[in-house]
């Protein structure tokens, strides 16, 4: 739902809120969405998402997964149970929680993107690193890879 594509430095406040840009605020607002869900990648920075999205990308695939297999264990635990729904407040602004914030290296300093179903939020000097490194790997991939499992 989010089909917005930016990338915009900013800060964290002192309480651990962060500003959504404009126009995705009124993207939000316009489809009366109020609330995202956030969860953390591990090694990387946290990915939010409409509920609409989350569902869709998140619980529908788990709903199929044998909730008994190790792997999907694994991936629910490691990744999932710290996920976590946040209201996005009259100002426009999310409280990223702690525990989340301190996985992701969240200080002040801050990178937010808009990536089609998503947003993330990186530490400012994590994603200097990782881009520099996907930079490097992208003209090596041999194109755009398809489909959920990759190229």
Do not use: C
């Not at 800060?11 to 316009?30: I, M, N, Y």
């Not at 788990?62 to 264990?73: E, G, I, Q, T, Y």
């Not at 702690?98 to 808009?114: F, H, N, S, W, Y």
């Not at 990536?115 to 003209?139: F, Y």
């Amino acid at each position: 739902m989010l089909g917005e594509l930016f990338q915009v430095d900013a800060t964290l406040d002192g309480k651990g809120r962060l500003v959504l840009p404009a126009r995705l605020r009124k993207k939000l607002e316009s489809a009366n969405l109020r609330t995202l869900v956030l969860m953390y990648m591990p090694g990387m920075s946290i990915f939010g998402f409409t509920e609409e999205e989350w569902d869709r990308q998140v619980v529908s695939r788990l709903s199929d997964a044998d909730p008994f297999n190790p792997k999907v264990l694994t991936f629910t635990h490691g990744m999932i149970a710290g996920a976590t729904t946040v209201d996005v407040d009259s100002q426009g602004r999310v409280l990223v929680p702690p525990k989340l914030r301190e996985k992701a290296g969240l200080t002040r300093d801050i990178v937010m993107q808009g990536l089609m179903n998503r947003i993330e939020v990186w530490d400012a000097t994590r994603w200097q690193a990782r881009e520099a490194e996907a930079e490097a790997e992208a003209p090596h991939l041999g194109g755009i890879p398809l489909g959920r499992g990759g190229a």
